[in-house]
């Protein structure tokens, strides 16, 4: 046996040493990436923030004449519903943002409430500063895209026509014209290293000024978690109920016949053994029926596919296995837990049911992302629609999986369809 020598690094450690750098640059682009999608909807909160501002600083110069008077109640319920519209965008790439309790409904009161107050400082930050970084995060990948193949294109532009993005007219060689494609190249470093500070940078007036402050009363939020705990322990009790009537029903039923026919077969053996191979016969094929359904309630606690493929494997199996043609895009480069997983498997699983049974569709899909600490499903189908959550579909049942987790569901099924479920869960450590 030959010693290692600790001091010479081994296959596995070379192995490992090359594939750190490629796991390092895919996980830099994703970040750049999900970087890129904050900064562009942030552009859209920025850009309606400045359009509030634009009524407030009118309604508050021509208030001593009255007009102000007039406006200053359509421009608080505009600042409060663009504060919760980002709240819920910052929500979508990390942790949710609480609300403060809502503003008196009295103008002179809500003028002077602190939430307002907190709202317009984060209107005035968002709709500057978040709206130049915005616009930076449609810019760069544009200006990027430019100048990495101006090349390609150079020779088939009008002589004077301006070469890189800062609009100087530099390329009149094929150096120049190279040296072009180098800004590019700047850029994209630019995208790769600064995006995701730039995304935090824009998102932290919201998670400061717009967050419950300490004096606030949460006694909404504790009622809410209330109810969401009793709909999971009632879901849970549901459980519990089916796996217990599945092997009460089942399991148990076949396993009883097959100790009655053994015991058949047991007394049938010395006087007609041909008839105790018979009984013996069915009491195997009892007891293979009572393993297959014992299986098939051991998968629906937690399917062991999750384990062996991870999500996007099992979701695929779902889909494979649904009566209608399914397509699966699934995005979750790091692992949830395991009863998130589980969750978002069944909520799946009991969706394309739904789509199999009452849609009438041609076609479905289930679309997944994690981003920010959240996994994001969507179910579609091209049904007829009218999905009626009272109607016993098996939504109350998915809603009920959903908020165990403290997620939300958003079903549109209008008449006609499309159909679309949107479920939100945290992914859990």
């Known amino acids: 046996m030959t010693a290692t020598d600790p001091t010479h690094p081994t296959d596995a450690d070379l192995t490992g040493t090359a594939e750190r750098p ?19 909807g942030g552009l859209g909160t920025a850009a309606m923030a400045l359009g509030v501002l634009m009524p407030a600083a009118l309604a508050a110069v021509t208030a001593p004449v009255g007009v102000g008077l007039v406006l200053a109640p359509a421009v608080v319920r505009a600042l409060h519903a663009l504060a919760d519209r980002e709240r819920d965008r910052l929500a979508r790439w990390g942790p949710e943002i609480v609300a403060p309790d809502p503003p008196p409904a009295a103008l002179r009161a809500a003028l002077a409430d602190h939430t307002t107050r907190r709202e317009l400082r984060w209107a005035l930050r968002h709709g500057s500063l978040g709206l130049l970084l915005g616009l930076l995060g449609v810019w760069l990948p544009l200006a990027a895209f430019r100048d990495t193949l101006f090349p390609l294109v150079w020779p088939l532009m009008p002589p004077d026509t301006s070469s890189t993005s800062f609009g100087f007219g530099v390329a009149h060689t094929w150096t120049e014209a190279l040296s072009v494609s180098l800004v590019g190249v700047g850029w994209i470093a630019v995208i790769l290293g600064l995006t995701p500070g730039m995304a935090r940078l824009q998102g932290r007036p919201g ?57 058949v077969a047991r ?7 041909e ?19 014992l299986r098939a309630v051991s998968r629906s606690i937690l399917p062991p596919v999750l384990s062996e493929r991870g999500l996007a494997g099992a979701l695929s199996g779902l889909a494979a296995e649904c009566a209608v043609p399914c397509r699966t895009d699934v995005e ?31 076609g479905a899909a289930v679309t997944v ?18 999905a009626d959550e009272e109607g016993g579909s098996g939504l109350t049942g998915i809603r009920r999986r959903v ?5 939300t569901l958003r079903v549109t099924s209008p008449a006609g369809g499309p159909t679309v479920l949107d479920v939100d869960l945290p992914c859990g450590t």
């Open 267 to 273: 007394r049938m053996a010395a006087r007609d053994p």
């Open 207 to 263: 998670r400061t000024l717009l967050v419950a402050g300490p004096d606030t009363d949460l006694s909404l939020r504790v009622a809410e978690l209330t109810a969401t705990r009793a709909a999971a322990l009632d879901a849970h009790a549901t459980e519990l109920r089916r796996i217990e009537r599945s092997l009460h029903d089942g399991t148990q039923n076949r396993i009883v016949t097959v100790t009655v026919l053994l015991g």
């Open 332 to 362: 979750a480069p790091e692992r949830c837990a395991a009863s998130v997983e589980a969750t978002a498997y069944f909520v799946v699983a009991e969706a394309l049911t739904n789509i199999a049974k009452h849609s009438g569709a041609s």
């Open 22 to 40: 490629w796991e390092i640059a895919v996980q830099t682009l994703r970040a750049s990436g999900a970087a890129l999608g904050q900064l562009v």
């Open 369 to 386: 992302r994690a981003r920010g600490g959240r996994l994001h499903l969507r179910i579609e189908d091209d049904g007829r629609g009218g």
């Open 275 to 293: 008839r105790a191979d018979e009984v013996l016969e069915r009491a195997q094929s009892a007891a293979e029926q009572a393993l297959a359904e």
């Open 403 to 407: 908020a165990a987790y403290d997620g």
